[in-house]
């Protein structure tokens, strides 16, 4: 039996080694605290789950549902980005519904590019935009997120031979693995890039309702003109701790839609309609949910970098996402072998940022997924073991 190549040239998982190790370490009676868990840690809000209880009694939610997602839901979406950024949405033709984002991200490449055709992806960054140009048989090229830059693609150095060679860009603020944000500037310089370069720019807006400190982030669609040229990934998944769900959406370019909606219509048929009938339930709950979660994750990021910094780690606060993501400080060690004698000798796990490229590398990356009892007893840990500078 012989394997695609498609599936053997993907890059290896780091993780899958690293879930290994914890699982392990857990069997031998380890108390693990895991910060790798990019993975909202609190229940989806109970009017959510009631609606659920109540729509799955109705057989005709037990049918197939719509391809594109029913109108309702698709209208609940582009109320959404009325509501919130003051962007008008074509309910009909510009937004397509998604089985979590993570699927449209992926399947958006076999809608652009043609074999061989180059892809823009961020280096760190989330691996799905790697392995879905790779998957649909482009060839990504990554372009580094630095410190220096505050982790934004530095568009004016950008080379314009690579640039002019490029289809599509990936674009995610706030950012995973960094917890870099991105203000509404920074969206029209990407955009007027884009015009130039002919380049369609693919934002990921999976952690768009993640703001620490009352930060609100921007949707890249606030920029004039965006729609001629991109398309915007959205999700329930973090901003209403609904991960398990699988529902999110795509909204922009009419064209763009329409070809992600045809390709899905090949293979798979839709979202759970219970399901869409629950994400509007959220939808229509507005962003009281979001800030309850964020003034957790905010308050639960002070305490870990507080805790940090007293012991003399270089860390600062992110504005955005629920990543903390901050330098190995042992240079000795590569961010693999750090994380790895931190979990051996504490049981505290930093995930370590090499997962997330080349660029990553030296860094780790904390999710603020661990309640703050915690997050104490990690620090206490860390302490005790010498982990301090
Ligand atoms: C979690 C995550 C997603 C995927 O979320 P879905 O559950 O598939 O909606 C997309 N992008 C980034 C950067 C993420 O961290």
């Known amino acids: 039996m012989e394997i695609s190549n498609r599936i053997k040239n993907l890059p290896p998982y780091l993780f899958s080694e690293i879930d290994k190790m914890i699982a392990k370490a857990r069997q031998k009676g380890v108390d693990v605290i895991n910060f790798g868990i990019g993975d909202p840690d609190q229940p989806t809000p109970e009017a959510i789950v009631q609606t659920m209880q109540e729509v799955i009694k109705d057989p005709a939610v037990h049918r197939y549902p719509s391809y594109k997602g029913m109108y309702e839901f698709r209208k609940a979406a582009a109320d959404w980005y009325k509501k919130h950024y003051k962007v008008s949405i074509d309910p009909e033709n510009e937004v397509v519904a998604l089985i979590g984002s993570k699927e449209g991200i992926a399947h958006l490449p076999f809608c652009i590019l043609n074999s061989g055709d180059q892809a823009l992806v961020p280096d760190p960054g989330y691996p799905v935009y790697n392995n879905g140009v790779l998957l649909a048989g482009g060839q990504p090229i990554t372009f580094p997120l630095l410190e220096e830059n505050n982790f934004l693609p530095d568009l004016d150095g950008f080379n314009p031979e690579t640039a002019r060679k490029a289809k599509l860009m990936y674009l995610n603020y706030p950012n995973n693995p960094t917890g870099a944000v991105a203000d509404k500037e920074f969206f029209e310089k990407a955009a007027a890039f884009a015009r130039k370069h002919d380049i369609i720019i693919a934002h990921d807006a999976a952690y768009s309702e993640i703001g620490l400190d009352d930060y609100q982030p921007h949707s890249f ?34 064209k763009l839609i329409e070809a992600l909606g045809r390709f899905k219509t090949n293979i798979d048929s839709g979202i759970f309609s219970a399901i869409q009938y629950s994400g509007i339930k959220a939808l229509d709950m507005g962003r009281a949910p979001v800030s309850r979660m964020n003034k957790i994750y905010t308050k639960r990021r002070d305490l870990l970098v507080n805790g940090l910094k007293n012991l003399g780690w270089t860390v600062s606060k992110n504005r ?28 505290v796990f930093f995930t370590p940022g090499s997962g997330y490229g080349k660029n990553g590398e030296g860094y780790l990356r904390i999710a603020l997924t661990v309640n703050k009892k915690r997050i104490k007893e990690a620090i206490q840990r860390l302490k005790d073991r010498g982990f301090k500078y």
């Open 221 to 254: 669609l606030e920029v004039k003109g965006a729609k001629d040229i991109g398309i915007e990934f959205n999700s329930l998944s973090k901003s209403f701790n609904m991960t398990g769900w699988r529902i999110g959406w795509a909204v922009g370019n009419k």
């Open 320 to 347: 955005g996402s629920f990543y903390i993501w901050l330098p190995v400080l042992e240079k000795k060690h590569s961010s693999q072998k750090f994380s790895k004698k931190l979990f051996e000798q504490t049981g």
